[in-house]
Antibody, heavy 122, light 113 residues
Framework: EVQLVESGGGFVQPGGSLRLSCAASGFTFSSYWMYWVRQAPGKGLEWVANIKQDGSETYYVDSLKGRFTISRDNTKNSLFLQLNSLRAEDTAVYYC???????????????WGQGTLVTVSS | DIVMTQSPDSLAVSLGERATINCKSSQSVLYDSIAKNYLVWYQQKPGQPPKPLIFWASTRGSGVPDRFSGSGSETHFTLTITSLQAEDVAVYYCQQHYSSPYTFGQGTKLEIK
């Protein structure tokens, strides 16, 4: 059974940092592109970043470039998102998700974790 | 960026009746060379992550009941739920994965009338 379990969310002051983690199991993690998607409270979904199987390619939504960094450790079946210079508008549930395609990056997401809440407030 | 616009924003349908949700993209999401529309429909229930329902605009995901169907091509798409069940109450999102940034519609909240 495919499982994605996020952790690392919490309460942080503006300008602070957090590192989110996603533990993957039940599939060959190293074969898939992986994603972070976020959802502000009561709002819609926003793609944040994605990363190739070997970590050699990463992509970000333009508005977040330079503040967030996606990475992965295939030896530990883990995905990460480093959040820096956090702002109130970054408050959201952050989901880890898997691309539907094995090998190819299709951009459609077939498995999602339960999410981890990041709250940025003074 | 491709803008995805859903209509309506909310919808109330009686149990057993049909629900129809529309999604329009600001440019075509059809890859002509492989004749596939890069469009997904997701269902999100309160407190849960999104669940994919329909891939490639019209292919039901694994385990998705056949009362859910997707149609459309290029820029106009429809999610139809025939014979609405109580467990279908949720917010539904369309998403294009034709080009980065992969963008979502604003969501359509489906309720029971």
């Amino acid at each position: 059974e495919v499982q994605l379990v996020e952790s690392g969310g919490g309460f942080v002051q503006p300008g602070g940092s957090l590192r989110l983690s996603c533990a993957a199991s039940g599939f060959t993690f190293s074969s898939y592109w992986m994603y972070w998607v976020r959802q502000a409270p009561g709002k819609g979904l926003e793609w944040v970043a994605n990363i190739k199987q070997d970590g050699s390619e990463t992509y970000y939504v333009d508005s977040l470039k330079g503040r967030f960094t996606i990475s992965r450790d295939n030896t530990k079946n883990s995905l990460f998102l480093q959040l820096n210079s956090l702002r109130a508008e970054d408050t959201a549930v952050y989901y880890c998700a898997r691309d539907v395609g094995r090998i190819y990056n299709y951009g459609a997401l077939d498995y999602w974790g339960q999410g981890t809440l990041v709250t940025v407030s003074s | 960026d491709i803008v995805m616009t859903q209509s309506p924003d909310s919808l109330a349908v009686s149990l057993g009746e049909r629900a129809t949700i529309n999604c329009k993209s600001s440019q075509s999401v059809l890859y002509d060379s492989i004749a596939k529309n890069y469009l997904v429909w997701y269902q999100q229930k309160p407190g849960q992550p999104p669940k994919p329902l329909i891939f490639w605009a019209s292919t039901r995901g694994s385990g998705v009941p056949d009362r859910f169907s997707g149609s459309g091509s290029e820029t106009h798409f429809t999610l139809t739920i025939t014979s609405l069940q109580a467990e279908d109450v949720a917010v539904y999102y369309c998403q294009q994965h034709y080009s980065s940034p992969y963008t979502f519609g604003q969501g359509t909240k489906l309720e029971i009338k």
